[in-house]
């Protein structure tokens, strides 16, 4: 008996263990690279994994512009990262991803500030089957698909211009949720309504990071002529956080799901900020633009992900969507 509960309790600290190590843990990035004189964006900056970020950066010294759609939230984030890191260069500007008009404002705002833009990082991403204020898309699609990629867009000429001085990098924080789901083209963004179902919504969720992948993939084809700016999409890991915190809270099952998922799988916003600093940092991945990032390395992409032409095919039907507002 007495022996018996000796294996069952080294079996529970093995588990225990290997879960702490492997599954609530993972790599932290050592090279830290100053970024003195860098200046870097983070969408969704304000919390969570793009605040983790915008903490890991301003150690290192660079200029952080956290753009955040709530002003608040934002400035707050904004004067509790510069007590935590000693550093003043932190700020705030407020972006919309879901207001196409706010993207361009922003941008315009940054170019009247700013000369140069070192590290983009498209970091903010919702889960809502509501549509976006002006009733034309879905919120969802349009924070963390068409937002991003209109912002991407007009950021490219000071992106490319500061490339002329010191390297460029532009990164994507997708998902490997992408794996659940495929892209339909001529679905890009399904019309939400009450009857819709949850599980629904959820796919759409994947395809959006789907979408991210290919859209950074098809952004290093017309980059490629500029070997000084670079692209990378990655998975971060389960991040601790509050997406999707909103939409499951009135479906006791799905509550309940998000809540174990969070307990057993995810990841502090420090340990899932690590793939993010590295694609910041890391010397010599330029090599391996376009492509997707996890634990600290390169990783192959499921077939479902390299379609030839899908990304050309999504590229232009972004642009279309832009040009009809």
């Not at 002006?134 to 924070?143: A, N, V």
Request: net charge positive.
């Amino acid at each position: 008996m007495v022996l018996l509960t000796l294996i069952s309790f080294l079996f529970t600290a093995i588990l225990y263990t290997a879960w702490k190590r492997y599954i609530k843990s993972g790599p932290v990035y050592k090279n830290r690279t100053s970024f003195a004189g860098k200046t870097v964006i983070i969408t969704g900056g304000s919390s969570g994994l793009g605040k983790e970020c915008a903490i890991a950066l301003a150690k290192c010294d660079a200029r952080v512009i956290i753009a955040s759609r709530n002003i608040n939230k934002g400035k707050n984030a904004m004067i509790e990262i510069r007590a935590i890191t000693g550093s003043e260069n932190i700020h705030f500007m407020k972006l919309d991803l879901s207001e196409l008009d706010n993207v361009r404002e922003f941008v315009d705002n940054f170019n009247k500030q700013e000369s140069r833009l070192d590290i983009l990082i498209n970091c903010a991403g919702i889960i809502s089957s509501e549509r976006s204020k002006d009733g034309k898309r879905g919120l969802m699609f349009t924070c963390n698909v068409l937002g991003p990629f209109l912002l991407t867009n007009l950021l490219l000429p000071v992106l490319r211009k500061t490339g002329k001085i010191s390297p460029v990098r532009i990164i994507n924080v997708a998902s490997d949720a992408y794996l659940v789901k495929d892209i339909d083209l001529l679905r890009l963004d399904p019309c939400f309504s009450r009857g819709m179902s949850s599980l629904s919504v959820l796919g759409h969720y994947a395809a959006t990071k789907l979408m991210i992948i290919y859209i950074n993939a098809e952004l290093n084809r017309v980059l490629s002529g500029d070997s000084a700016v670079t692209t990378y999409a990655l998975h971060p890991g389960t991040v601790e956080s509050n997406l999707g915190e909103n939409f499951v809270q009135n479906n006791r099952i799905l509550r309940l799901l998000r809540y174990l998922v969070m307990k057993l799988l995810a990841r502090s916003p420090f340990y899932c900020s690590q793939t993010v600093l590295y694609c910041c940092s890391e010397p010599g991945i330029e090599k391996y633009s376009g492509g997707y990032f996890s634990e600290l390395r390169q990783t192959r992409l499921f077939p479902h992900a390299e379609k030839i032409g899908i990304g050309r095919k999504l590229w232009e039907e972004l642009e279309r969507m832009l040009q009809n507002g």
